[in-house]
């Protein structure tokens, strides 16, 4: 057992007690975090001659020493110690002697995991951003080789109207854009330093706040001492943001799922996206779409953990707090491994372009505008609507779609029907008017890939001045 703290203690802790309350297990991955705040704020220790140049330069000298070799792989971090705080004190000061033991001057570790864990998650909000960044590329890529590629657009799961590739996926180009911009609005609010903090209430040393925020890169050090040890807002904003992300890849997988099926055949997942079964031999399971949408749960579960622990917690640190990593860890690898996978797969898809445009010619897509033909003729659209429906019946029990009936057949249901209804009716031509702004319509979509195009470098320049 290796802990930072004893001296009013007159027994060993239970061992039971020290394995329960121990972090280690997960907080190790916080390092590289903990290592460069321990070295900014001995920088400053420094500047403000609460330590000397040269004791400074000997810590600093031994952190980085202690990362290199953690990260070369050279140093283990066990489970001896209590949790990443105590281990880099204790490898430094092994290291270095004396000088080691003055690194947690004016500093508590309240104020240290505070800073740990937002500089941790600022670096993984970055990598989110720019594996929702590769996805968007991706699908807009996709999106300008199928602005003429029609195919049904549902409600209810039931065709409806026609659209085209390229517009249903914009739509999800959309959804990943509004995660980019949570992402950049959150990374705003949470990138304020606490450092500096203590405990709960400061301290005595004429700690220059100002500067360590600076020197990591922080907007700004927090404003109240109390809040900065007990504010966990930005993990639960991040969780919810992550949330909707897993939302977002969980829909898109649950059509990709449906397009692949023998049923649609609208798109083939590649092989090496793909799995087999072990009994079915003619089998190419979709699973990697299935696991997306699958691990959906368990970052909703990591949202609802963060806000029931914080849920009545008096202020200021409590060691609930502590409950904040492992979940947290968990769905920000989930979410990255996901969008990874995810935009390898859509990358890789195949899309049966002939396969989508038969299925948009059959199922009546083209009854609204039918029925808007005959308004354009001067019918009120709701008889124009109930003649379609009455035509719309024939076909079915004729076997056959409206393009197919004869002109003396509209004309038995209403005598505004003309020639010119076969080319109003067209698929093409039903996609092609459909022109309002945001409408599948290739002008329309070509407009909202550049705005899309547009937003998305705007992010890239936010998130570029971050890095
Ligand atoms: N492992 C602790 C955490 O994750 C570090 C802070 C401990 N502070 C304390 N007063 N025991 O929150």
Excluded at 66 to 95: C, M, N, P, Q, W
Aim: aromatic residues 8%.
């Amino acid at each position: 057992m290796a802990q930072l703290w004893g001296g009013r203690f007159t027994k060993e802790t239970e061992d039971k007690v020290y394995q329960f309350n121990a972090s280690i297990g997960f907080d190790a991955r916080l390092v590289k975090a903990d290592i460069n705040g321990s070295i900014a704020h001995v920088t400053m220790l420094a500047r403000q001659q609460i330590l000397t140049d040269g004791e400074a330069e000997l810590i600093c000298e031994g952190l980085r020493g202690i990362l290199k070799d953690v990260l070369e792989g050279k140093l283990e971090i066990t489970s001896e110690y209590e949790d990443i705080h105590s281990f880099v004190e204790a490898v430094l000061t092994e290291r270095i002697g004396q000088a080691g033991k003055k690194l947690h001057t004016g500093r508590s570790r309240n104020d240290q995991v505070a800073l740990d864990m937002k500089m941790y998650l600022r670096d993984e909000v970055r990598a989110i951003d720019s594996a929702l960044g590769t996805l968007i590329q991706t699908l807009m890529k996709l999106c300008e080789e199928n602005l003429d590629t029609c195919m049904p657009g549902f409600t209810h799961l039931q065709k409806a109207q026609p659209v085209t590739l390229a517009h249903h996926l914009g739509a999800y180009t959309e959804m990943f854009l509004r995660d980019r911009s949570r992402l950049d609005d959150l990374y705003r609010r949470m990138n304020t330093c606490p450092l500096g903090a203590g405990a709960l209430a400061g301290t005595t040393y004429p700690l220059d706040r100002e500067l360590t925020a600076k020197l990591l890169g922080f907007d700004r050090p927090t404003r109240n001492s109390m809040d900065s040890v007990s504010d966990r807002d930005h993990v639960i904003e991040l969780l919810s943001a992550l949330s909707v992300v897993m939302a977002h890849l969980s829909r898109f997988s649950e059509e990709i799922i449906l397009w692949n099926s023998n049923e649609y055949r609208f798109v083939e997942i590649d092989d090496a996206y793909s799995t087999g079964s072990s009994i079915m031999p003619q089998k190419k399971n979709p699973d990697i779409a299935e696991l997306v949408r699958g691990k959906t749960g368990r970052v909703y579960g990591a949202l609802m953990q963060m806000l029931t622990t914080v849920k009545g917690l008096p202020l200021a640190y409590n060691k609930d707090f502590q409950e904040d990593k492992e979940f947290t860890f968990d769905a920000v690898d989930t979410v990255k491994d996901c969008l990874e996978l995810f935009e390898g797969m859509i990358r890789t898809m195949r899309f049966n372009r002939k396969v989508m445009e038969r299925s948009a010619q059959s199922g009546f897509i083209n009854a609204t505008d039918a029925a808007d033909y005959l308004v354009r003729k001067g019918v009120p659209f709701r008889d124009a609507h109930s003649v379609i429906g009455r035509l719309v019946l024939k076909c079915i029990e004729m076997n056959i779609s409206l393009d197919e009936l004869s002109l003396e057949q509209y004309r038995e249901e209403c005598g505004a029907f003309d020639e010119d209804i076969y080319d109003a009716i067209s698929l093409r031509t039903c996609v092609e008017k459909r022109n309002t702004e945001g409408a599948p319509g290739p002008e329309q979509v070509r407009k909202m890939l550049r705005l899309q195009r547009e937003e998305a470098a705007l992010l890239d320049a936010h998130f570029k001045d971050r890095s």
